[in-house]
């Protein structure tokens, strides 16, 4: 199934990887944008199945109902009550404490709509957790998923999001026009 992965993803796509996941992480945030349209699911279980590492994702319940639902948990996805009053950061890092592995993929932008500033729950699951973040980008105008070295955070969050930033300045989402950087 690897092999077959990389020949859609490289050869009849047309994509390529910079940069891996250190396998020695058994515990992270992975920070996917843009996050513009849905086919960024169908290049996200490629691309986990061509690194060959476990990565999870959290998503709303509703996806985990009939007829679809046994396919989200069987690629890795644990539903989230995301009704109000919730503490989801607590909840999430304490998954993180429960598991030997869990490495967590999520889009910061929260949506494929535009948005014009980012959830930061990512960011206090990882201090919470003290996991690192790794940020990776789907650039459709290069064709390329890059990965980052792995980032804990500091106590400066304006530093450390500058830096998250800076990593996805000129990447281009499926949708261009759904996809902007926050202002830092």
């Known amino acids: 199934m690897r092999a077959f992965s990389h020949f859609l993803f490289s050869t009849i796509s ?3 990887l910079e940069g891996k996941i ?3 992480i ?3 945030i992975i920070i996917v944008a843009p996050h513009t349209s849905w086919y960024d699911f169908y290049i996200a279980i490629l ?3 061509i690194i060959g590492l476990q990565i999870d994702f959290v998503a709303k319940k509703e996806l985990f109902q009939p007829p679809f639902g046994w396919y989200f948990k069987w690629v890795g996805g644990t539903s989230l009550d995301r009704t109000p009053n919730q503490n989801k950061v607590e909840a999430i890092a304490g998954i993180f404490k429960s598991k030997d592995v869990f490495r967590l993929a999520l889009s910061p ?3 494929r709509k535009k948005v014009k500033t980012w959830k930061t729950g990512f960011y206090y699951i990882a201090k919470e957790a003290e996991v ?3 940020m990776v980008s789907f650039d459709y105008g290069k064709k390329i998923v890059r990965f980052s070295d792995p980032f804990y955070t500091s106590s400066d969050k ?3 999001f500058s830096k998250i930033y800076k990593f996805y300045q000129g990447v281009q989402g499926k949708n261009p026009a759904k996809f902007e950087l926050p202002l830092v």
């Open 22 to 24: 250190d396998s020695s």
């Open 47 to 49: 691309v986990r199945k």
């Open 14 to 16: 047309g994509w390529k």
């Open 132 to 134: 690192p973040i790794i």
């Open 158 to 160: 304006e530093k450390d």
């Open 26 to 28: 058994k515990k992270c």
């Open 109 to 111: 932008e929260g949506t």
